[in-house]
C-alpha cells in the first residue's frame, strides 16, 4: 500500500508541474501585463483574428505576472517586412527597460534587416551572444513555431522544430560572452535566478498566437 501512495505521489506531483498556463488562446489573455505597469496595456496591444499583436504607433513590453525558473515555452509569431521582435526570459522590472535584465530569443525578418546579415541577432539567436545553428525562418508574413525550455539552468531555443540554440544559463562561458559583448557594462543582465517572460513590443509591428507556459 505505500508503494502505491508513493506512486500516486510521485504522478500527481509530475502532473500539477506540468500542466500548460495558456497565456493567449485567440481570444483572451491571462497572467500578462504591461513591464512596469500594473495592467494589461490596452491602448498598446490588441487582438486582432485571433492573434495578439502591437498596434502601430505604440510600444509597451509585455512581460508575465509569474516568475519561472525550469519551465517551457511555446508560441507563434510572424512579423512584416524587416520586423524586428523578441522573446525575454529570466527578466526583472528592476531597469527601465527589460532588454536590461533579460537574456532574449531574436525575432527577425533576416531576409531585409540589416540584423539579419549576422547569425549573431538572426531569428532564433540568444541575441547578441550565440548565433542560430541555422536558418530555420519562415517566409514573410508566415508563422514562426519558439519552444524555449530551460531545465536547471540548461537552456534551448526551438525554431520550427529545429533546436538552434543551446546553452549554459550563467556558466563561465556565458559570462564570457557577455563580457565581450554589448551587455559587459549592464549590471541587470542575466544576473537573476528566476524571472519573468517577457515579449517585445517596442519595435514595430508583431503577431503572436497560441502562447502557453508550463513549469518544469
Known sequence: MKKINLLLMLLFGCSSSSEWNVLFDGMKVNGLKGYNQTGFPTEDWTIVDGNLKTIPG??????????????ELELEWRVPVSGNSGIFYFATEDGDYIWQSAPEMQILDDSTHTEGKSTLTSA?????????????????????????????????????GTKVVEYIYQ??????????SKFKNMPLFAKAKEGR??????????????IRIRKL
Open 197 to 210: 517572460i517577457g515579449l517585445q513590443g517596442d519595435h514595430g509591428e508583431i503577431w503572436y498566437r497560441n
Open 124 to 160: 532564433g539567436s540568444l541575441y547578441g551572444l550565440i548565433a542560430a545553428s541555422e536558418s530555420v525562418v519562415n517566409p514573410v508574413g508566415e508563422f514562426n513555431k519558439v519552444r524555449i525550455k530551460v531545465k536547471d539552468n540548461y537552456v534551448e531555443h526551438w525554431l520550427n
Open 58 to 71: 505604440h510600444g509597451v513590453d509585455l512581460i508575465s505576472e509569474d516568475v519561472y525558473k525550469n519551465f
Open 171 to 180: 556558466s563561465d562561458h556565458m559570462k564570457e560572452l557577455i563580457a565581450k
